[in-house]
């Protein structure tokens, strides 16, 4: 697992936890849950496909929230995943006392006769989450003095993502009108002329694309 991507990105799900407030949820519990859609992408991300990180990371960031959501809050943890936790704790203080330090994850994996991967999906299913306000290791500044630096950044990429996937809800016709309309500032007239309608057609469909984008918009948040 890439700890520090995963560092370097936790800006994103900062940035995506805060569109979620307002439920009835904990922002410290949305946090630790978006790290989990992090964690998914920094472990699945392919560079070769030709985009960047946080175009791949926001949609998972998002839908392991909104997953969360959908059940209520409920965060079901397998009992094998509870079991592996417990032999990986068993082994961690056998050989603590053994070696005289933390085991390496190779260490525990023969000690336990686990895989890395199940060793790692444990360790991240019973983390705590990182308090905002925790001493960073390597200095004496807060987990969120790190964050501010590129939360604006982090933000705008965010919000990008978030329009792209709702105009994409859209079909490619009133998508166009949207664009054309809210993003390049043309007229009705205008994008009639380009698109060979009246101004009419394109006035109904502005306002049945924006009353559907308002109902997506709601159903995301």
């Known amino acids: 697992m890439d700890n520090k991507k995963i560092e370097e990105n936790i800006g994103l799900v900062h940035s995506v936890a805060k569109r979620f407030l307002g439920r009835g949820t904990d922002y410290e519990d949305l946090v630790q849950i978006g790290s989990i859609g992090l964690i998914k992408a920094v472990n699945n991300f392919d560079e070769s496909l030709g985009f960047k990180f946080s175009t791949y990371a ?3 960031i998002m839908g392991e929230i ?5 059940d209520d809050g409920l965060v079901k943890v ?3 995943i509870k079991e592996n936790a417990g032999k990986i704790g068993f082994a961690k203080e056998k050989l603590n006392k053994k070696l005289g330090r933390s085991p390496s994850l190779s260490e525990l994996s023969k000690e ?4 890395l991967e ?3 999906d444990a360790i991240d299913a019973t983390r705590p989450a990182e308090s905002l306000y925790d001493k960073h290791d390597d200095d004496d500044n807060f987990v969120i003095d790190k964050i501010k630096v590129n939360e604006e950044e982090e933000e705008q990429t965010v919000n990008r993502i978030f329009i792209k996937e709702l105009l994409d809800t859209l079909d490619n ?3 166009k009108v949207i664009l054309l309309r809210y993003f390049k500032e043309e007229t009705q007239q205008q994008i009639a002329d380009k698109l060979g309608v009246s101004q009419v057609q394109i006035s109904r469909i502005e306002k049945k694309s924006l ?8 159903e995301c948040i």
């Open 112 to 115: 336990t006769g686990l895989s």
């Open 118 to 120: 199940d060793i790692a």
């Open 58 to 60: 926001v949609p998972m």
């Open 211 to 218: 009353e559907t984008l308002r109902k997506r918009f709601k």
């Open 78 to 80: 397998s009992r094998t």
């Open 173 to 175: 016709r009133s998508k």
């Open 66 to 70: 909104k997953r969360y959501l959908r």
